[in-house]
């Protein structure tokens, strides 16, 4: 147990900082001064302008994220209450699709990419489409993750686990990504995004300290 609340630890400190790293990139990729991102053929242009970074940006925050938060999940499991095992499912569910959906985009991207210099038109459409199933998949609806949140979190407090901060905070989170399966409120993927940092931080420094009693 101590050492996979360690390992837990970790990867809730990656992931938070993954997240400002993607906070970050997603800053310095803002289009200059005329770009159109209403625009699909402008923001593909603009996109394909920045492949590489773009790529890299995605796999990291997509890929690596999954696979460090199969980690994370594993850690927070609690066995002996069915409330939570549930919510490990989703937890692990969420792995799926995160990890599906960087790759789905990062080689769709390679694809467009090639077809863009011939057949901008269809590149376009090709790319719609791509961005429509990464959303879909966990890119703008961020419901499953939300879900896995607040059943942890929910289950933490009716257990008085420790760092009752942090559960509190998971609650909130969580319920920001839930909300984001109704279509009038996707844009606060955002928030829950933002929030993720802070409850990652948090349920990290529960889990050292988790580890900490347990050696004790």
Known sequence: ????????????????????????????????????????????????????????????????????????????????????????VLGYVWVVLVIASGMLTSVGLETVAKLFETHAEQAVSLWLSIETIQNGLGGGVEVVGGLWVFMFSLQALQLKKSFKAAHVVGLLVGALGILTVLPPLGDLAAAFGLGQILWFVLIGLFLWKQAGVAKQ
């Open 1 to 88: 147990m101590n050492s996979l609340s360690k390992t837990g630890a970790v990867a809730a400190f990656s992931e938070a900082a993954i997240y400002l790293f993607g906070f970050g990139v997603l800053i310095f990729l803002t289009p200059t001064e005329g770009t159109d991102m209403s625009d699909a053929s402008e923001r593909l242009a603009f996109i394909l302008s920045q492949k590489t970074l773009y790529q890299y940006w995605i796999l990291t925050i997509y890929v690596l994220f999954g696979v460090l938060l199969a980690f994370l999940v594993t850690a927070l499991h609690e066995p002996k209450a069915t409330f939570a095992t549930i919510g490990t």
